[in-house]
């Protein structure tokens, strides 16, 4: 029974410490990432990957003040900004797996959002990557938000 005490205690303060850090570096490597393809590799985003980028970018600056200030209240503010993208995130999925969506509405700029640039392995897409990015970083931050409770 200590056993169990003492490990849920260290899973505890693990999870304190380190998932402002996880969820910040989440969202560098998705805003590094999204810049190497539309700046490096020369893909022309469109507008839902505009959209989705409107959510991130903000959360890699954020995070990474909240990481290397310890401020934990961030989380709180977080949070929205990456379900708010998930969501986007989904939808643009959504159209790649389901090609008639795109009638819904359609991507008025720049190239069609149910047109996927790269798909490895027959499915990771860019858009799914985001997607991951996102509910990566909303486990990291519901992670720490329940950690910072309990302490």
Request: charged share 10%; hydrophobic share 55%.
């Amino acid at each position: 029974m200590e056993n169990t005490v003492y490990s849920a205690e260290r899973t505890q303060s693990f999870a304190s410490r380190y998932s402002l850090y996880a969820a910040w570096v989440v969202a560098l490597v998705a805003t590094l990432g999204s810049l190497y393809f539309s700046e490096i590799a020369g893909f022309i985003p469109c507008d839902l990957c505009w959209y989705q980028r409107i959510f991130m970018y903000p959360l890699a600056i954020l995070l990474g003040m909240a990481s290397y200030r310890g401020d934990r209240g961030m989380l709180v503010y977080a949070l929205p900004i990456a379900v708010l993208g998930s969501l986007i995130s989904l939808y643009h999925n959504a159209e790649i797996w389901f090609p008639g969506l795109a009638r819904i509405a359609p991507c008025r700029s720049g190239i069609p959002c149910n047109v996927d640039y790269l798909n490895w392995f027959g499915f990771i897409t860019i858009p799914l990557m985001a997607l991951t990015a996102f509910i990566l970083i909303i486990i990291a931050l519901i992670l720490g938000l329940r950690a910072g409770a309990k302490s």
